[in-house]
């Protein structure tokens, strides 16, 4: 039974922001960290009133886990590496970017799931509908949509939520499936697909690729060889990562650079190969956390060729991995990769389709990851945390369905 009073009125103000958040990064693009910090707000004030002796074991149980452990400590060693960065004030800006849109996406994670009103995922498949089909439009029609707002009209506007699309296309179809609202649930992969495909991003294209393929291996192969796949596919990414300029540079043929021209290919393998050759120079404890708007100013940047510098001032390395490696060297690599590991450990214990979706959520950020965006992105924290919700979401589906489906006891 839905909760009824103001806490019931708070859940469906928290459901209606989730549901929207997809629209609401087309019309602008920065504005999830907003949407997803009013939801985490409803949902933590309707908790408040319904079970406030139950709140705080709520919150704080996650964090006595393995996997919030090895979290926690690669948060811990990132405000560690403050005491070496050489702009503290502007790695002080990232941080306070960064740690309350963490906070609101866990906030959302812990306490939403079991309270999404039954009327927010289908609400959020016509959001996600509009927000593809908007996206296309905008785009065929020479972005009249911008034009009409009176924004600046460039193609790439809608790099942002066709990204976002990419992250919350998998778990809400999951919930719909649960809900056996089967015709929504492929409707939202069917306008999710045409909003990522028809925006001018390599990213989210290839992020839907791998998630897409992810998803399937998971469905056909047995438990062990799936979780192997991905955790082999996050270890090279994080493994890799401080050489992938090179390798690149000298595996990919130069057509396959004519190909990718859209995608600045070219300039990307030269950006991994700068922050690469930091990365060599000072491995050991990184530049300190959120430094890569300077990098090109940091004392480790003096240290490599007059050449390998100029892409260093691009604002961060196009690869989250790399950022890690850069901003907080080996130990935070070393930390990443153990918390992406229990985070496989933890998804291995969950029942098909949930895992197979899990997984494909995984794949689908760590490609966007390695070729996208600075890793500490407050709007890519907000869809990451409404993703995961979803995906938390999908049992208490399963469990409402099934109750409609006996009906009154």
Known sequence: ?????????????????????????????????????????????????????????????????????????????????????????????VLGEFLPTLAAAYLLACLAPDRIPAFAPRLAAVAIGLAGLVIAVDLASDLALERALGRRVAAFVHNRPALTLDLLAGPLALVLWRRRHRGLAAGVLAFAALGVLRAISGAAQLGLLAGAAMFAAARLLPLRAGIGLAGLGLGLAVALAPVEGDLLARAMPEAAHERLVQSSSRARVAIARSFGAVVAADPWRG????????F????????????????????????????????????????????????????????????????????CAAAIACVEHNGWAAWWTAGLGAAITWMRAAPSAGAIDRSEMDGPA
């Open 1 to 93: 039974m839905a909760p009824a009073g103001a806490a019931g009125r708070l859940y469906a103000a928290g459901g209606i922001l989730l549901a929207i958040l997809p629209l609401a990064m087309v019309l602008a693009n920065r504005s999830s960290p907003a949407v997803v910090g009013l939801a985490a707000l409803a949902f933590l004030s309707g908790r408040w009133i319904e079970e406030r002796a139950a709140l705080r074991g709520r919150l704080l149980g996650p964090l006595a886990s393995p996997l919030a452990g090895a979290a926690l400590a690669f948060l811990g060693w990132g405000a560690i590496s403050l005491a070496w960065s050489p702009f503290p004030a502007a790695s002080l800006r």
């Open 287 to 294: 530049a300190g956390y959120g430094t890569s708007a300077r």
């Open 296 to 363: 090109s100013e940091t004392p480790v940047a003096r240290t490599v060729p007059p050449e390998m510098r100029i892409l260093l001032g691009v604002g961060h390395p196009h690869n989250s991995f790399l950022q890690v490696w850069a901003e907080l060297g080996l130990p935070g690599a070393i930390l990443a990769t153990l918390a992406l590991m229990l985070m496989l450990a933890r998804i291995a214990r969950l029942p098909q389709p949930d895992r197979a979706a899990a997984l494909g959520l995984v794949a």
